[in-house]
């Protein structure tokens, strides 16, 4: 425990008693220092723990083999399938991951970007904080021609591909399965729609109704942050309703199933009075009594999708760009369960 | 979009008409260079987008304000609440966090450290994974005398402290509170008992057996990974034995509710047939019926804790070092609901 501070390559000089200028050329690869100096100063640089650098890094092609993921938050079923996905792929190529989170802020996201950039990622996944509308603080990657994926919350940038299930479709279907059971008043839950899974998310419902000559009622919108207090405190709201709705269509599992458990203490009875459709088909829709209706968005699969186009863009060494492709749409669908079947 | 390679010194040199080697020297803040030469080649630097690295980074106190995590897997709700309680000490402090999974094995945890070890953070807090005894791939961090915090999943080691809840303790509570039930046949389910939380939880369900006058039997104690699938298997193990337990300890919620809801399917009555006590307090154990009795495991209080160790270590600047605590224990407690009792 004697070494106490970082090793300079002003340590290696005295070491080696050779100037600095000839260790930083060495580790810089100048074809200026012979091979068999080169390999005496990596040696001891590699034995005195000197850390690597942009200098070292520019002998094996400029890689460190390292991803950076920066995501709105771990803490959902979705969100660690994306990832365990991701690892997946990162591990058989040899990549390792490296995580942030951007907690849903769009400063902290510019943060995690700076930290990964110099932590000199290849190539970066994202998925958008909740309040990133704008989106420069990119630029330093597309600048550098470092790729960058966009997975779930997404934007249309010209230099980045996107990864989505097609929202507005499966809004589309899960509202469409309520009404097939004799629903008219069907309310929906869902987050600001500010990214764009939300509001596609809205116009897959709202198109439902219509094609269904349902009249759109504003008030039959409601949004919070889809957490389980939320959808308690949806419950209390749908109570308080003069007309109660007969279906909810929420755009997660966690805000459906706090709403479902609130309503059943009240003796509301589900799908009997109401019927349910969340989305995500996390663990726990299939725990809660009865099972939630909800749309399996496949997590992992996202994951697995990401990470292989990154990478195979990363050994192609930019040979097809990334900007080639612009959207991945992967398949999701409706799982129909107990909590939605009215007509048995 | 016309930068292609990544900024060297040689570029900035060139620009500047100046030597690489006096680019280099003003980068590592060598005296040699006059201050107005350092500031026009920091300024270029930074404009050109050159990477920060060592040289950079010897400006600013050798400090990235950046912490790395390591952790087995992210896909826990204790797990995503260790992380929230890290990230929101981090955000106070101007801290960043990068988080790798080691996925459970310790051939990816080596590779995690080194990742991280080269991404310059500033400290480690890590979750160890299952299979690792050995910790010499944290050396490279004790050696440069790097801040490493352990939490839950932790081992003894001079220079690093250590995080936990008292297992032993709450795996005794949670037996007890079952022999106060008037359970006897009290089965525990757990992962291999390598990992010191899982030894020190066996330890307390034998320890309260034995003060209960309770015989402890060998085949009493299921061996899984506590999955939810584990848990489904497990009530298949115990609808074949030729008496049924009274009782079932599992060490963690998920497959506690795994075996209860399969146990439930086939018709046997909980609590009144069997006792269900789980381990963690996910928010799963409100949700299944009945709700899950388990030991809350406080894992936001515990991130908070262990980031605010780390970092007032790094601004003590080694002042107070870490090794001079070994050990904090983070209350926890043990919560009774209607799946263990039996005494109404």
Chains 1, 2 share one sequence.
Do not use: W
Not at 36 to 61: P, S, V
Not at 98 to 127: A, F, H, P
Not at 216 to 236: M, P, Q
Not at 254 to 268: Q, S, V
């Amino acid at each position: 425990m004697s070494t106490e501070k970082e090793v300079t390559i002003y340590d290696i000089a005295r070491k080696l008693n050779i100037s600095s200028a000839t260790v930083s050329r060495a580790l810089n690869d100048d074809p200026v220092v012979s091979k068999k100096t080169k390999q005496k100063i990596f040696d001891l640089a590699e034995q005195m723990g000197y850390r690597t650098n942009l200098f070292a890094r520019n002998l094996r092609n400029n890689r460190t083999n390292t991803i950076g993921v920066i995501i709105p938050r771990i803490n959902s079923f979705f969100m660690s399938s994306v990832i365990s996905g991701m690892e997946k792929v990162a591990n058989q190529s040899g990549y390792n991951l490296i995580i942030s989170q951007s907690s849903e802020s769009v400063e902290k996201e510019i943060k995690n970007v700076k930290t990964l950039y110099n932590s000199r990622v290849d190539g970066l996944l994202v998925s958008l904080a909740y309040d990133t509308i704008d989106t420069s603080h990119f630029d330093v990657f597309f600048k550098m021609r470092l790729p960058l994926i966009f997975f779930d919350r997404v934007v249309e940038h010209e230099h980045a591909t996107n990864i989505i299930i097609d929202n507005r479709k499966k809004a589309y279907e899960a509202t469409q399965h309520l009404i097939d059971q004799g629903c008219r008043r069907i309310l929906h839950v869902t987050a600001i729609p500010r990214q764009t899974v939300y509001v596609e998310r809205l116009a897959g419902y709202k198109q439902a109704l219509a094609d269904h000559n349902i009249k759109f009622k504003e008030d039959y919108v409601i949004i919070n942050d889809l957490s389980h207090r939320a959808g308690i405190e949806t419950a209390a709201i749908i109570q308080a309703m003069n007309t109660m709705p007969d279906a909810v269509f929420v755009s997660n599992d966690d805000c459906a199933i706090g709403c479902m458990i609130a309503l059943k203490k009240a003796g509301i009875r589900i799908p009997d009075d109401i019927a349910f459709v969340g989305f995500n088909n996390d663990p726990i829709s299939t725990i809660v009594e009865p099972n939630l209706t909800t749309i399996d968005y496949p997590g992992y699969e996202m994951g697995v999708v990401a990470a292989n186009n990154l990478i195979n863009h990363l050994h192609l060494n930019g040979v097809a760009p990334i900007h080639t492709t612009n959207t991945i749409i992967i398949r999701s669908e409706l799982i129909i369960r107990a909590s939605s079947l009215k007509r048995k």
